[in-house]
């Protein structure tokens, strides 16, 4: 009988948090640090309407509403981490301002949203910009965080004061 070596997985922190997903891009949350850089770049306000594209456990609209006052839609396709998400805003005290839908990022409706946060790969990112230049209105701020999957838009800012960085854009006007 053949035996194989067997390596222990070692499991860190980040590791622990990272998760598959039967979406495009595995679930990782966004540090609270971040999501203040990220809403300070796009100067949400309470007049705010931001949407959460890949919204896993709802983290970062529930920052939205505590921190900044705003309404949030969070867009996720995993079942399981859209109860989480709605759990969590009501222990959070914020389910009035935030909603959370299962459904597939490319086929929601995003028009009502001021602000888009995307904590998405690259590739996602890229094949997602058609969709935030025709359904979003111009004025609309786009924010990410490690991935710059719009390269050919030059970001409005860049600020790379956490690990990776983070990237504000705003939605153009149309040209007639």
Do not use: C
Not at 138 to 167: I, M, S
């Amino acid at each position: 009988m053949h035996r194989r070596a067997f390596l222990p997985l070692i499991v860190t922190p980040a590791l622990a948090q990272y998760e598959e997903s039967k979406g495009d891009v595995p679930w990782v949350p966004t540090p609270d640090e971040v999501m203040n850089t990220l809403f300070r770049m796009a100067g949400v306000t309470p007049r705010d309407t931001v949407y959460d594209l890949g919204s896993g456990d709802g983290r970062v609209l529930i920052y939205a509403a505590k921190h900044f006052g705003a309404r949030g839609v969070g867009i996720e396709i995993e079942g399981h981490r859209v109860l989480e998400a709605r759990a969590a805003a009501k222990k959070a005290g914020v389910s009035r301002r935030v909603k959370f839908i299962e459904q597939d990022l490319f086929k929601a409706d995003i028009r009502p949203a001021t602000v888009v946060f995307m904590y998405l790969y690259t590739a996602v990112m890229a094949k997602l910009k058609p969709k935030l230049m025709s359904d979003l209105k111009p004025g609309t701020r786009v924010v990410a965080y490690q991935f710059n999957g719009l390269r050919d838009w030059k970001p409005d800012r860049v600020d790379n004061t956490h690990p990776y960085p983070a990237y504000l854009w705003t939605i153009p006007t149309r040209q007639a």
